[in-house]
């Protein structure tokens, strides 16, 4: 999760993927389509015990590459509520997914091979790159120094317009319910105009895609940014909010409501924050809490007897053992 710039070992299941034939994108003129083939692709049921949000961390990072459709795909496999994601904004406006708005050395090949070094990776800056110049790029086959078990293959940054497509494709085709989308604005008062749009903007080229794919009741905005939100409670009151807070943030409960100015429907703070207390306080607002990034069975346990109302994890098959 964390802000824009900044586990152990799970083997994945036999059965949740027997074959996805991955996601290519070929650029044309305007934009770039993924082109999807699904095989066999087992289901755990959606949902699960109560109102209880099972949510796969950037898809599921854990397992397959992060921000990708192929992990949002597997992720509904392992029976996640709720697909996690970040977006971002390129040159020619395009939302897609990302977790920073550069190539993070950790994941990424170059279009002609190699790496990039992590002193240099915020140079290849992708709000001064065209989408047609972003998907070059490869994002899936580099090993992860901290995810060994994720499983390598050919990926790109995809649009947000291309994931909702591919899930309500592949949702129809098994003729189940669409899962919910919480979608992280990735925006900071020190990198507005240099890595992403400022606050209004950011948040209308988001929602305009949400609006065009008929997404406003399946989505979740979040943010650590308080600007991006309080831009959408008034503009669009009718999206559902999550703040997200880390650990880091020596504000008080009530200090960070005060702040933000309006009660979210969810609040989401680094898991190391949780108490009863806390859970206590969101339930007094009538407000979700949904601690972020739990990759322990234990703690997802503690949680859980906790009160806490979801969990976000980069290994979703943690909900299934």
């Not at 994941?107 to 140079?123: L, M, N, V």
């Not at 890595?195 to 950011?202: D, G, L, Q, R």
């Not at 504000?251 to 409501?257: A, G, N, T």
């Not at 702040?259 to 609040?267: A, E, S």
């Amino acid at each position: 999760m964390k802000r824009i710039f900044s586990t152990g070992k799970i083997k994945m299941p036999k059965f949740i993927l027997i074959g996805i034939i991955l996601f290519s994108c070929s650029s044309t003129k305007n934009n770039a389509t993924v082109a999807t083939e699904n095989k066999e692709l087992k289901n755990a049921p959606l949902g699960g015990a109560g109102d209880f949000d099972k949510q796969g961390h950037r898809g599921c990072r854990g397992l397959m590459p992060e921000n990708t459709i192929p992990a949002m795909l597997n992720a509904i496999g392992l029976g996640v509520n709720t697909l996690e994601m970040d977006v971002c904004i390129s040159k020619d406006k395009k939302v897609f997914l990302s977790h920073e708005p550069f190539f993070n050395h950790e994941i990424t090949t170059k279009p002609g091979g190699g790496f990039i070094d992590e002193k240099d990776e915020k140079t290849f800056n992708t709000y001064q790159m065209n989408y047609t110049d972003i998907i070059k790029y490869d994002v899936g086959m580099k090993p992860h120094p901290r995810f060994p078990d994720q499983q390598k293959m050919k990926a790109v940054k995809p649009l947000l317009a291309d994931v909702f497509k591919a899930v309500k494709e592949y949702m129809m085709t098994v003729r189940r319910p669409f899962p919910n989308y919480n979608i992280e604005i990735k925006s900071l008062p020190e990198t507005d105009n240099k890595f992403h749009p400022k606050p209004a903007e950011y948040v209308d080229l988001v929602m305009q895609v949400i609006k065009e794919n008929d997404m406003e009741d399946y989505v979740i905005i979040q943010s650590f940014d308080f600007r991006s939100l309080q831009y959408l409670h008034k503009n669009y009151p009718h999206i559902k909010t999550a703040v997200l807070i880390e650990a880091d943030n020596k504000s008080s409960f009530r200090k960070q409501m005060t702040d933000l100015g309006f009660t979210p429907g969810i609040y989401s703070p680094e898991s190391s924050l949780v108490i009863p207390d806390l859970v206590k306080e969101c339930h007094d607002l009538n407000m979700k809490i949904i601690p972020w990034t739990v990759n322990d069975k234990k703690k997802i346990k503690e949680l859980m007897e906790m009160g806490v109302d979801g969990i976000i994890t980069d290994f979703p098959n943690l909900f299934n053992e």
